[in-house]
């Protein structure tokens, strides 16, 4: 594999740089840096902020509003927009419904949705996991029955992600129990604001309010709202994993946590009595650099298929694997790094001034803790670890 940059590909990352630098929007990067917390009303500001520059969805088609980029200005944007610390897209409209979208929609169904996901219009959940059909998403009991031009939806969805933000859910259904439980699951798309709908939060460990309980009770879904056949939706479904499990990686923003753990270890008062704990903490740092690098050679071998139009490669649950993992390592030093102060406090982070009161306390210590409680699920959600060593197995014929 030829990883050298061409003299376009290098002018080109000038341009997104110097972008993130001087034309988007400050404010969200100095909240970032704060160690603030962002609102909706942040990320739609971002969202618009890219989507008026026509690069909110590098990897659509341009037919459908995408920039046209080839994969490595696909690449070398994800590397800059994370290397100036502005936060990624909302991926669950852009990234993970829009390819289903565009690959398996109708004519209408494109021109109902696409431009509002593009334009951050309208915000999308994902209706995946339920109690019971986590990992195991195949064994999932949401009904979908047939009602005259409707689906009348009954069920539970779990773990939803910003499903109180969200005007639109994405789902996965049971239109038939016969055959294998991977056969009679279809894909609707579904308004929120339809009667029967309640969404309950649910308090992570980090404190913060990301996910939710979606229950639906005889949910009315026009049968316009079917993304392809009737009980294709495992299809679907399999094409967009591979989407979402590559998207996991953000190596630049991994790397980016490893400079600011390098700068933080340097002026940290280790003391003489520590030095022995100071080179571990090195070593393991390195450790985690080194697996950093080898999950981008295998992002860039999984993005390879996207040249001839294709999904992202069969490395997607490596890459799943290998990401999640290098994720928690990393805020695992970044606990160990706060020390004494790596405990599970964690104040309202909205604020600008949410240090006040805590000046003390090394600035990176609150975010980096609820970092770490916050990405214990990532081996679990998206697939759980365990789930992704069976698919390669399977691949690999074992």
Request: net charge negative; with cysteine; charged share 25%.
């Amino acid at each position: 594999m030829n990883l050298q940059l061409s003299a376009e590909d290098e002018a080109f990352r000038a341009i997104v740089r110097a972008y993130f630098a001087e034309e988007y929007p400050a404010e969200i990067l100095a909240k970032l840096a704060n160690g603030q917390t962002l609102t909706k009303a942040d990320r739609q500001a971002s969202e618009n902020a890219l989507y008026r520059k026509g690069w909110v969805a590098p990897g659509w088609p341009k037919q459908y509003g995408g920039p046209g980029w080839s994969i490595t200005q696909r690449f070398i944007f994800d590397e800059e927009l994370e290397r100036a610390g502005a936060p990624s897209v909302v991926p669950m409209g852009l990234l993970y419904l829009a390819p289903v979208l565009y690959t398996f929609g109708t004519e209408e169904q494109k021109q109902r949705w696409l431009g509002d996901i593009l334009a951050s219009r309208t915000y999308w959940a994902q209706g995946y996991s339920e109690p019971e059909a986590g990992s195991d998403l195949a064994s999932l009991r949401t009904s979908a029955v047939l009602d005259g031009d409707d689906y009348l939806v009954s069920g539970e969805k779990t773990w939803t992600s910003d499903g109180h933000h969200a005007d639109w859910i994405f789902c996965l259904v049971r239109t038939s129990n016969e055959g294998r439980k991977q056969q009679g699951i279809t894909f609707l798309c579904l308004d929120m604001k339809s009667p029967g709908v309640t969404v309950a939060p649910i308090i992570t460990i980090d404190g913060g309010h990301h996910l939710n309980q979606v229950i639906l009770d005889n949910v009315r879904v026009p049968v316009g709202n079917r993304i392809g056949e009737e009980g294709k939706g495992w299809t679907y479904a399999r094409h967009l994993l591979s989407y979402e499990r590559v998207s996991y990686a953000h190596v630049a923003g991994k790397r980016k946590q490893i400079a600011d753990l390098k700068h933080q270890s340097a002026e940290a008062p280790w003391g003489d009595e520590l030095a022995d704990r100071r080179s571990d903490f090195g070593r393991r740092l390195a450790e985690v650099e080194v697996r950093l690098q080898a999950l981008e050679i295998t992002v860039l071998r999984a993005l390879a298929p996207l040249l001839t139009g294709a999904a992202p490669g069969d490395e997607a649950s490596i890459i799943k694997i290998a990401a999640t993992e290098t994720a928690q390592a990393l805020t695992e030093l970044q606990a160990e790094l706060a020390g004494i102060y790596a405990h599970p406090f964690f104040p309202d982070r909205h604020d600008a001034d949410w240090r006040s009161g805590l000046e003390t306390i090394p600035a990176f210590a609150a975010p980096a803790v609820a970092g770490y409680f916050f990405t214990r699920a990532q081996t679990i959600y998206g697939g759980a670890t365990e789930v992704q060593k069976n698919i390669i197995a399977r691949q690999l014929g074992l």
